[in-house]
């Protein structure tokens, strides 16, 4: 890969409604775009996914642009790469900070595909054409949330997360569950319980929820192991899988039936690719989690998803479930409950350039 600069756009907007959870408010997002041109001026889309703060993992947009400025992008100009999987054992010298890497290597994966002419979805080795789609409602009102399920699956989303924590639990999940008997739900702790609230969790066995994801420690697989044994409803962790290698010993130990995919967490494509690839080998349920994104980070999702293992809907919902406007063009919609694969080359959506300016805040330039 004969790369000629890499261009970092910071932008900022903010969210249409705010995203709560146990753990704050989210009213603006920040993120990195990368954007990565070789000698011929095709050019790949990355996008940072960690916080302003670091209230879901460490990282930070800051700690993120030290990382990409400071050791990522120097190691890339030091150590050209013939191949984006290049990227996954070259990062491997920098300790952590998964979502600066995965900001590069998969703007690497778009360029890479974009010179092949193949869409991303072909080369990772996805079979859908079509990806089915579910959405998070994040909010502390049951009044709201039930409105805001109301909304969203007349926009035809095939499945709804809530978040849920030890003070909007119970009551809240029965009455979204009086209104909507049939409805697949399942619920996302962000680690808002201990071992000490097993008799809460196993109350939700009840709802007959799809799963319940990431009850306990951010950074725990062995007590999650202990509750998968005490309660029916399947636990999916997030928060700790950040490694192929977590993954496998989560599996080993029992600590989940299903796993959440996300491409920033895992530190880029290749990993999540590793990890599906394990979990349908073992019999582990994936599907593929969302961070608030705009649309670059949307369609690495998209890609990513069309792997045969995703088949529970992803939190990947359309571009105006977050946003006025996104930066990419066509925005990503979602039709009778499902995203349609681009067929284009790379991640098979423009940049919405107008967009990506009014929202920039910062930009950085490096020359190859
Ligand atoms: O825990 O899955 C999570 C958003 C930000 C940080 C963590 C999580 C989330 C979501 C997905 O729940 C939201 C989305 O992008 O649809
Ligand atoms: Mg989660």
New binding site residues.
């Given amino acids: 890969m004969k790369i000629s600069s890499i261009k970092l756009h910071v932008i900022k907007a903010p969210l249409k409604l705010p995203?709560l959870?146990h753990l704050g408010a989210?009213n603006d997002r920040e993120s990195i775009i990368v954007e990565v041109t070789d000698v011929d001026s095709i050019s790949g889309y990355g996008e940072g996914v960690a916080?302003s703060s670091p209230w879901?993992t460490e990282e930070t947009v800051e700690t993120s642009l030290h990382m990409l400025t400071d050791f990522l992008i120097p190691l890339l100009q030091k150590h050209p790469i013939d191949h984006p999987e290049d990227a996954n054992s070259l990062f491997k010298a920098i300790r952590k900070n998964n979502m600066a890497k995965a900001a590069l290597e998969t703007a690497l994966w778009d360029l890479y595909a974009k010179r092949m002419s193949i869409p991303l979805s072909k080369i990772l080795g996805g079979t859908c054409e079509k990806i089915p789609s579910g959405?998070?409602v994040?909010t502390d009102s049951t009044i709201k949330a039930i409105k805001q399920i109301e909304t969203f699956l007349a926009e035809g989303y095939q499945r709804i997360?809530v978040?849920i924590n030890p003070k909007q639990d119970y009551s809240f999940i029965s009455e979204i569950r009086r209104y909507y008997p049939e409805l697949p739900i399942m619920a996302?702790a962000?680690s808002s319980y201990t071992l000490k609230d097993i008799d809460r969790l196993k109350a939700l066995d009840e709802f007959g929820l799809l799963m319940i994801?990431?009850p306990l420690a951010y950074d725990d697989i062995v007590e999650h192991a202990l509750l998968q044994k005490e309660i029916n409803t399947s636990v999916c962790l997030?928060?700790s899988i950040v490694t192929f290698e977590d993954a496998r010993k989560a599996i080993e130990l029992g600590s989940c039936r299903v796993i959440?995919i996300?491409v920033g967490r895992v530190g880029g494509l290749y990993e999540a690719k590793r990890i599906h690839d394990f979990c349908v080998a073992k019999n582990i349920q994936v599907w593929c989690?969302?961070?608030?994104?705009f649309g670059v980070s949307r369609a690495h999702n998209i890609a990513l998803a069309s792997l045969p293992g995703f088949l529970i809907p992803g939190?990947?919902?359309s571009s105006n479930?977050?946003w006025e406007e996104d930066i990419i063009t066509p925005e990503v919609i979602v039709e009778n409950g499902f995203i349609t694969v681009p067929q284009k080359p790379g991640i098979g959506f423009g940049i919405n350039e107008k967009r990506l300016q009014k929202l920039l805040i910062e930009k950085k330039v490096f020359v190859f």
Wanted: aromatic share 14%; proline share 0%.
């Fill in positions: 995203f959870t989210v916080f879901y959405v998070v994040a997360k978040k996302d962000n994801e990431q997030d928060e959440n996300k989690g969302g961070m608030i994104e939190d990947i919902s479930r977050f």
